[in-house]
């Protein structure tokens, strides 16, 4: 089995589960480290993937998606143009990855894209089981009888495991249209304004009823039926924005990602270097837990 991490959900979870008095022996914050490695050794101990690939947002903000929703994510950008993001978990990004390197763990980005794409397209081009790890309901789109999603909004201690019967009874939707239930309801964590009077059921019954965006958008203008009261007005003043939005929104499956090894290893891939970073930043107690991880699936 294949488990697909969405690295910055769980790097950001970690900062904030973790106080910043948290520190290297030189004194740096290293809660977000501690909490990722701890989190993944738990993850990997208790679901037993054999594969695993920390996924990476080489850009968070993506300007072919701007381009079409300019503002989305737009609440997040910082004065520089950057994202806002902790001072202290800047430095402790590279850190991270270069204990994961050093352990022989797999983590990849693509250059214009972000980690949900990569995640897409992984999932998409490999037969075995997958399960994606995210905080992120956008990928709850990604739901199959083979694909399943681990939500993290209530923490790793209370996953939720999300196939496609779960969608559905959760949100009235199939997995496979939930980028188009979001995209009429409307996001205010990326940006997305959806449309205006539509609230998230009468955004389910209009998936429900028509499938994706672009069919609740023509059949508003061609006055179907099925429209609750006062929607279709509501969806044919919004069309510029949904004749759009589906290109923002839903995950791209194909993304140039580098051929990688995403085996879990039994032992590490650079063990001095392991001992090093230990030493360096004093994570002894969370890279032993992912050691025996490690040692524990490969040998399944």
């Known amino acids: 089995m294949l488990m697909l991490v969405d690295a910055a959900s769980m790097y950001f979870r970690a900062f904030h589960a973790l106080p910043e008095s948290i520190t290297a022996p030189d004194g740096r914050p290293v809660n977000a480290v501690r909490g990722f490695l701890d989190m993944a050794a738990s993850l990997i101990d208790r679901r037993g993937p054999t594969r695993w690939v920390a996924c990476l947002d080489l850009d968070w903000r993506p300007a072919f998606r701007v381009e079409l929703v300019p503002g989305y994510k737009a609440h997040r950008v910082a004065a520089d143009g950057g994202e806002q993001v902790p001072e202290a978990l800047v430095p402790q990004v590279p850190l991270l990855l270069a204990v994961l390197d050093a352990l022989g763990l797999a983590a990849v980005g693509a250059a214009g894209f972000e980690a949900d794409d990569v995640i897409a397209t992984l999932a998409a081009r490999d037969g075995d089981a997958v399960e994606v790890v995210s905080g992120d309901r956008d990928l709850l789109a990604l739901a199959t009888d083979r694909?399943?999603?681990?939500?993290?909004?209530?923490?790793?201690?209370?996953?939720?495991?999300?196939?496609?019967?779960?969608?559905?009874?959760?949100?009235?939707?199939?997995?496979?249209?939930?980028?188009?239930?979001?995209?009429?309801?409307?996001?205010?964590s990326d940006g997305l304004p959806g449309v205006a009077g539509v609230g998230e059921k009468t955004a389910a019954a209009l998936v429900a009823r028509f499938g994706p965006v672009?069919?609740?958008?023509?059949?508003?203008?061609?006055?179907?039926?099925?429209?609750?009261?006062?929607?279709?007005?509501r969806v044919r003043a919004a069309a510029a924005y949904l004749a759009v939005a589906p290109g923002a929104v839903r995950g791209r499956t194909d993304v140039p990602v580098p051929a990688i090894d995403d085996a879990i290893p039994a032992t590490p891939a650079d063990p001095q270097r392991v001992i090093d970073l230990v030493d360096e930043l004093g994570i002894e107690a969370p890279v032993n837990r992912m050691l025996a991880a490690m040692a524990s699936v490969a040998g399944r």
């Open 147 to 188: 694909v399943r999603v681990l939500y993290t909004g209530k923490g790793i201690a209370k996953l939720e495991d999300m196939g496609p019967r779960e969608v559905q009874a959760r949100y009235g939707v199939p997995a496979e249209h939930y980028a188009d239930f979001a995209i009429l309801r409307g996001d205010p």
């Open 214 to 233: 672009e069919r609740v958008l023509a059949a508003a203008i061609d006055g179907r039926d099925g429209f609750p009261a006062g929607a279709a007005a």
